[in-house]
């Protein structure tokens, strides 16, 4: 398998679509992960990506950063549901993209069978794919 047909070129590419004007433009991305599962992963895109991670867990610290200095490309991790976001609340609606898929569908999207069984088993043991 190439190097670009890894997951984490995979995922790199899914970020870069949630950003509508393509790379170099500003952006906001919510990323909601209530399980705490997406956090390494993403800080490992971030550094090849082409966007900013934000990942501190203390929302109001979160908005007033961002209020302050609004990064070109942001993605803000989220350990809770978007039902559950509070100070950022009011950047949801405005927002280039909210992520709320689980890391498990996501291996899935990507092309990686996983039984009901496998998936219960460890549902955040995704040490197989290559980032």
Not at 23 to 52: I, N, S
Request: net charge negative; aromatic share 10%.
């Amino acid at each position: 398998m190439a190097q670009n047909d890894s997951f984490g070129a995979w995922l790199s590419k899914r970020i870069d679509l949630l950003f509508p004007n393509g790379p170099g433009d500003t952006g906001l991305v919510l990323w909601c992960d209530p399980r705490h599962e997406w956090r390494e992963l993403l800080e490992r895109c971030a550094q090849v990506g082409g966007f900013e991670l934000w990942s501190d867990e203390d929302e109001l610290l979160l908005r007033d950063r961002y209020i302050r200095e609004p990064p070109a490309r942001l993605v803000i991790w989220l350990p809770r549901s978007r039902e559950e976001i509070t100070w950022l609340k009011v950047f949801d609606l405005e927002a280039d993209g909210v992520w709320q898929e689980p890391l498990i569908e996501s291996v899935r999207s990507y092309g990686v069978a996983i039984s009901r069984d496998q998936s219960m088993a460890n549902p955040r043991d995704c040490s197989c794919l290559r980032m």
